[in-house]
C-alpha cells in the first residue's frame, strides 16, 4: 500500500497526514471546502489549522471522495463527531474493495451517544471493512507538525488490525502502542474533552493548581466509572488515552477545550465562544452525550454534571465550583471500587 486517503483537513487530520507522508506514503487529504484544498494543492499549507507549516508534497489535496479512495485499502476519518455519519454513507456508496477504517476522533455522536467505532460499524458492511481501529492519546496537532516527541494509542477489537495501523503512523517522532480495548480508548479520547473544559474554567476564574490537580483526578475518577460501566478495561484509563490524553488538554494552551473553558471562566457565553473559536470544540457536545449516558447509566458524575449546567443551563462557573465543593462528604476509593467490581462480576 502505498497511498493512505485522510478525510478531515483540520488540524489534526492535517498532522496525521504529515506523519503517513514522513514514513513514505502518498496522502489523498480529502476537504469539502474547495478554497482549502486550493490552498493545499498550491502553496502546500492549512494556514487555518497549522499556521506557518509547510506540507509534504506527498500530501494531495482533493474534494472528491471517489478520488481520495481510489487505489488505497486503508482510510483515516478525522472529521467531527457530528460529521461522521454522513460521511460514512458518503463512502458506502462509493467503496469497491475492503478497507481498513482508522479513527481519529474523540468524540460521541450527539442524538444516539454512540461511539466512533459504533457509528462505522453501522454504517459500513461488514464485508467493506476489513477492521476498525481508534488512534488516540495525548497529542496536539501543533507539536505533532512541528515532529515533536508523541506516544498515542491505536486500539482494535482486532489485533492484526491495530498492528497494522501502528505500522502505518510509527516512526522516530510518532510512538504507537497497541491496546485491545476500543471502549476504553473512545471513551478516554472523548471525556477528557469534558474535564479539559473544567480545567479552562478554573484558569478562568483565577484558580491555581491546586484547584485543578482536583479536577483532573476526580475527572479521571468520574471517566473510568462510566468507562467501566459500558465494558471498558479499568487499567486503560491510567494509559496514554485516559490519564495521558486528560493531562496535555487540562494543561495546554493548544487545547481547544481548554481555551473555550477558560473564556466561560471568564465570564463569556458560550455562543460567543464557540463563534470566537471557529473550530470544532466537541467537548460541548461529548458534555451533553455523558450527561444523558450518566443518567441512562446511573452512574454518578458530578463534574460532568456541573459543566452541563454551566454549558446549558447558564449556571456562572464560579457557583458551580462552590457547589461542587460543598457536595456531601465522601470516601475517594469506595465508589471507584464498588464500579470496578460490578465490571467484575459483569465480565465473569
Known amino acids: 500500500m502505498k497511498k493512505i486517503a485522510v478525510l478531515g483537513a483540520g488540524s489534526w487530520g492535517t498532522a496525521l497526514s504529515m506523519v503517513l507522508a514522513d514514513n513514505g506514503y502518498t496522502v489523498s487529504l480529502w476537504s469539502h471546502r474547495k478554497e482549502q484544498v486550493s490552498e493545499l494543492l ?8 497549522l499556521p506557518g507549516v509547510i506540507l509534504s508534497k506527498k500530501i494531495i489535496g482533493t474534494n472528491d471522495l471517489s478520488q481520495a479512495l481510489d487505489q488505497t485499502d486503508a482510510l483515516l476519518l478525522v472529521v467531527p463527531a457530528k460529521a461522521m455519519r454522513e460521511v460514512l454513507r458518503q463512502i458506502h456508496g462509493i467503496m469497491r474493495q475492503p478497507m481498513l477504517f482508522i479513527h481519529g476522533v474523540k468524540g460521541i455522536e450527539p442524538g444516539t451517544f454512540k461511539r466512533m467505532s459504533e457509528v462505522i460499524e453501522e454504517e459500513i458492511p461488514a464485508q467493506l471493512r476489513q477492521a476498525i481501529v481508534a488512534l488516540s492519546g495525548p497529542s496536539h496537532a501543533e507539536e505533532v507538525s512541528l515532529r515533536h516527541p508523541t506516544t498515542v494509542a491505536v486500539a482494535s477489537n482486532d489485533l492484526s488490525a491495530a498492528k497494522k495501523a501502528q505500522d ?18 473512545e471513551i478516554g479520547g472523548a471525556l477528557k474533552n469534558i474535564i479539559a473544559l473544567g480545567a479552562g474554567m478554573l484558569d478562568g476564574l483565577g484558580y491555581g493548581d491546586n484547584a485543578k490537580a482536583a479536577l483532573i483526578t476526580r475527572g479521571l475518577a468520574e471517566i473510568t466509572r462510566l468507562g467501566t460501566k459500558l465494558g471498558a478495561h479499568p487499567l486503560t484509563f491510567i494509559g496514554l488515552t485516559g490519564m495521558g490524553d486528560l493531562i496535555v488538554t487540562c494543561t495546554s494552551v493548544h487545547s481547544r477545550n481548554w481555551k473555550a473553558g477558560n473564556m466561560l471562566g471568564k465570564g463569556e457565553k458560550l455562543d460567543s465562544v464557540l463563534e470566537k473559536m471557529g473550530m470544532v470544540v466537541e467537548g460541548v457536545r461529548t458534555t451533553r452525550a455523558a450527561h444523558a449516558l450518566a443518567k441512562t447509566m446511573n452512574v454518578e458524575m458530578p463534574i460532568t454534571s456541573a459543566i452541563y449546567q454551566v454549558l446549558f443551563d447558564g449556571k456562572h462557573p464560579k457557583k458551580a465550583v462552590d457547589e461542587l465543593m460543598d457536595r456531601d462528604k465522601k470516601d475517594e476509593i469506595a465508589p471507584l471500587t464498588r464500579s470496578l467490581a460490578e465490571n467484575n462480576t459483569k465480565n465473569q
Open 42 to 49: 498550491e502553496n502546500h499549507t492549512n494556514n487555518k489549522y
Open 168 to 185: 502505518l503512523f510509527f516512526n522516530h517522532y510518532f510512538r504507537v502502542y497497541t491496546n485491545g480495548d476500543t471502549i476504553g480508548v
